[in-house]
């Protein structure tokens, strides 16, 4: 399990690696990991996570990017995410990860762009960790009834009771 300074240093890591193969790259960090560095940014914990979720912005080689990515945990998500969409994700990151990285820049997505990718899941752990973690209290509460307004107007079945948004009338937190 991955704690943030884990994930810290292995973004360290993959810098040098990336460097080492000559290869420069845009990396947008989702899933646990980005969860966990943007919670802790607002004060609070996150579970650990088991691996390295990206979005591939842009690389200047895809191939030297895949090598320096063997032996890391990582998942890349080029077709996994549904909502919200990879470019809204792009368009709403909430900060850049700097720790003098030479050959990769990271960005974590707004704590709203998270917490929707967890919303439209249908994963019991995502919904787990929205019922437990601090997530849903510190989005602004305003832009996610928003967004989950918007992208529920995309889905065929939006009131689809496997979707984590509808299963989250018990969730304190959550009073919008």
């Not at 960090?29 to 004060?43: D, F, K, N, P, T």
């Not at 709403?92 to 030479?102: G, K, T």
């Not at 009771?161 to 969730?171: E, Q, S, T």
Request: aromatic letters at 6%; charged letters at 30%.
């Amino acid at each position: 399990m991955l704690s943030s300074l884990d994930v810290v240093d292995m973004l360290t890591d993959l810098d040098k690696r990336c460097a080492e193969e000559n290869v420069k790259a845009d990396l947008l960090l989702l899933g646990g990991a980005g969860l966990m560095i943007a919670l802790e940014l607002e004060g609070h914990g996150f579970r650990p996570t088991v691996e390295l979720d990206f979005h591939i912005i842009e690389t200047t080689d895809k191939s030297s990017l895949a090598r320096a990515f063997e032996g890391f945990d990582i998942d890349t998500l080029a077709d996994i995410v549904d909502f919200p969409p990879i470019e809204d994700l792009e368009n709403d990151a909430l900060f850049e990860i700097d720790n003098n990285f030479r050959a990769i820049r990271i960005s974590v997505p707004s704590i709203e762009m998270l917490a929707i990718s967890k919303m439209f899941s249908k994963r019991e752990k995502d919904l787990r960790d929205l019922e437990t973690s601090e997530l849903l209290s510190l989005c602004d509460a305003e832009k996610l009834t928003a967004l989950i307004e918007e992208y529920k107007s995309y889905l065929t079945n939006p009131e689809d009771g496997n979707l984590n948004v509808n299963n989250l009338k018990d969730v304190k937190r959550w009073e919008c």
